[in-house]
C-alpha cells in the first residue's frame, strides 16, 4: 500500500480516532459538499447514503481505498476506478441482521401481522398459530451472517440445513434446492446479490415451497422475482418476512404493502444502535494494517 502519510481518512463519525500519519476528516471539518474531494485517499461511504454517497468518489481523484459500511456491495462495484480497492463491511453487521431475521420469522410464524390488524381494530382474535419450534430451516448463503444466525437459532428446538453455491463445510449446494425446498417449514435468504443470485426465487421455486412455509429475505430485494411472491402471498399459501424489497424503497401505491401474509421492515437489519462500535472497530482495525503497509482486509474488488 502507498505510505500511510498520505491518507486523508473520510468518515461520519467526528471522533474517529486514526493511526499517526492519517489525517481524520469528517462532515464537520471536510464536508462532502463544497470541500475538494481529491484529497481523500480512504473513504468510508456514510451508512444509508444510497446512491448518493456513492457518487461523490466521481471526484476523489486521489482514492485509493473506498470503505463500504455494508455486507452487500453489489452497488458499488460501478464506482470501482482503477487504483482503488474496494472492501466491505463484512462481520459488522452479522448480529443486528441475524436478529432481525429471526424476529422476523417468528413474526410470520406466529401471526404477528394479525395482531397488529387486530390491536389497530380494538378486537380480540385468538386462534392457533404454528410454532416456531419443530420447523425444518433451510438458511441460504454460507457468510458471517449465516452462521450468526444459525447460533441465534441454537437455543430453539429446529433443524438447519446450509445450503452454498460450494456446498463446502457440510452444506447442502444450492443447485440442490429445488429437492429439499418442499420440506423446509422457514427458508432464510442470507446471500449477496449477483447474476447467480437475482431472481433465485422466481415462480417456479416458489411453487415449489411447501404449503404455510415461511420465507425470510433479510439479503437483496432482487433475490425474489417480488410479483410471484405476492401471488403467493395473496393465495394464502406462503408467509414472508422481507426487510429488504425490489424495488427499494417500495413506493407508496406498490401492491406489496398490502399483500397478505407479510411482515415487513424498511431494510433496517443492520441498523441499530450496534452499527456505530462495530463499524468504527472495523475502520480502526483497517487504518492499521494501511499504516503498517498490508492490504485492508474484506477486499472484494480492486479498480
Given at each position: 500500500?502507498?505510505?500511510?502519510?498520505?491518507?486523508?481518512?473520510?468518515?461520519?463519525?467526528?471522533?474517529?480516532?486514526?493511526?499517526?500519519?492519517?489525517?481524520?476528516?469528517?462532515?464537520?471539518?471536510?464536508?462532502?459538499?463544497?470541500?475538494?474531494?481529491?484529497?481523500?485517499?480512504?473513504?468510508?461511504?456514510?451508512?444509508?447514503?444510497?446512491?448518493?454517497?456513492?457518487?461523490?468518489?466521481?471526484?476523489?481523484?486521489?482514492?485509493?481505498?473506498?470503505?463500504?459500511?455494508?455486507?452487500?456491495?453489489?452497488?458499488?462495484?460501478?464506482?470501482?476506478?482503477?487504483?482503488?480497492?474496494?472492501?466491505?463491511?463484512?462481520?459488522?453487521?452479522?448480529?443486528?441482521?441475524?436478529?432481525?431475521?429471526?424476529?422476523?420469522?417468528?413474526?410470520?410464524?406466529?401471526?404477528?401481522?394479525?395482531?397488529?390488524?387486530?390491536?389497530?381494530?380494538?378486537?380480540?382474535?385468538?386462534?392457533?398459530?404454528?410454532?416456531?419450534?419443530?420447523?425444518?430451516?433451510?438458511?441460504?448463503?454460507?457468510?458471517?451472517?449465516?452462521?450468526?444466525?444459525?447460533?441465534?437459532?441454537?437455543?430453539?428446538?429446529?433443524?438447519?440445513?446450509?445450503?452454498?453455491?460450494?456446498g463446502l463445510d457440510g452444506a447442502v449446494k444450492i443447485s440442490?434446492?429445488?429437492?429439499?425446498?418442499?420440506?423446509?417449514?422457514?427458508?432464510?435468504?442470507?446471500?449477496?446479490?449477483?447474476?447467480?443470485?437475482?431472481?433465485?426465487?422466481?415462480?417456479?421455486?416458489?411453487?415449489?415451497?411447501?404449503?404455510?412455509?415461511?420465507?425470510?429475505?433479510?439479503?437483496?430485494?432482487?433475490?425474489?422475482?417480488?410479483?410471484?411472491?405476492?401471488?403467493?402471498?395473496?393465495?394464502?399459501?406462503?408467509?414472508?418476512?422481507?426487510?429488504?424489497?425490489?424495488?427499494?424503497?417500495?413506493?407508496?401505491?406498490?401492491?406489496?404493502?398490502?399483500?397478505?401474509?407479510?411482515?415487513?421492515?424498511?431494510?433496517?437489519?443492520?441498523?441499530?444502535?450496534?452499527?456505530?462500535?462495530?463499524?468504527?472497530?472495523?475502520?480502526?482495525?483497517?487504518?492499521?494494517?494501511?499504516?503498517?503497509?498490508?492490504?485492508?482486509?474484506?477486499?472484494?474488488?480492486?479498480?
Open positions: 500500500m502507498t505510505d500511510s502519510g498520505k491518507y486523508n481518512v473520510w468518515s461520519q463519525w467526528e471522533d474517529l480516532q486514526v493511526p499517526d500519519g492519517m489525517v481524520a476528516l469528517n462532515p464537520k471539518n471536510f464536508p462532502l459538499e463544497t470541500s475538494d474531494l481529491s484529497q481523500i485517499s480512504f473513504y468510508v461511504a456514510p451508512y444509508m447514503g444510497g446512491r448518493k454517497v456513492l457518487e461523490y468518489t466521481a471526484a476523489m481523484t486521489n482514492l485509493k481505498v473506498l470503505q463500504v459500511p455494508n455486507a452487500g456491495f453489489d452497488d458499488a462495484l460501478e464506482f470501482l476506478k482503477p487504483g482503488v480497492t474496494l472492501c466491505n463491511a463484512r462481520g459488522v453487521h452479522d448480529a443486528s441482521t441475524a436478529e432481525l431475521a429471526v424476529a422476523l420469522a417468528i413474526s410470520s410464524r406466529r401471526g404477528f401481522y394479525d395482531f397488529a390488524i387486530a390491536q389497530s381494530e380494538q378486537r380480540w382474535a385468538n386462534k392457533r398459530y404454528s410454532s416456531f419450534n419443530d420447523s425444518k430451516i433451510g438458511i441460504i448463503g454460507a457468510g458471517s451472517i449465516a452462521h450468526t444466525l444459525a447460533k441465534y437459532l441454537s437455543p430453539y428446538d429446529v433443524e438447519i440445513t446450509f445450503f452454498s453455491r460450494s440442490e434446492l429445488d429437492t429439499r425446498l418442499p420440506e423446509l417449514d422457514i427458508v432464510f435468504l442470507v446471500l449477496p446479490l449477483n447474476n447467480e443470485s437475482k431472481n433465485l426465487f422466481d415462480s417456479e421455486r416458489l411453487k415449489k415451497m411447501k404449503d404455510g412455509a415461511v420465507l425470510v429475505n433479510v439479503g437483496r430485494g432482487p433475490i425474489v422475482n417480488t410479483d410471484a411472491l405476492i401471488a403467493e402471498l395473496n393465495s394464502g399459501r406462503l408467509f414472508a418476512g422481507l426487510d429488504v424489497t425490489d424495488p427499494e424503497p417500495l413506493p407508496a401505491s406498490h401492491p406489496l404493502w398490502s399483500a397478505k401474509n407479510l411482515v415487513l421492515s424498511p431494510h433496517v437489519g443492520g441498523n441499530s444502535t450496534a452499527f456505530d462500535s462495530r463499524a468504527k472497530k472495523l475502520i480502526l482495525s483497517q487504518l492499521d494494517l494501511v499504516a503498517s503497509g498490508q492490504e485492508p482486509a474484506n477486499i472484494v474488488g480492486k479498480g
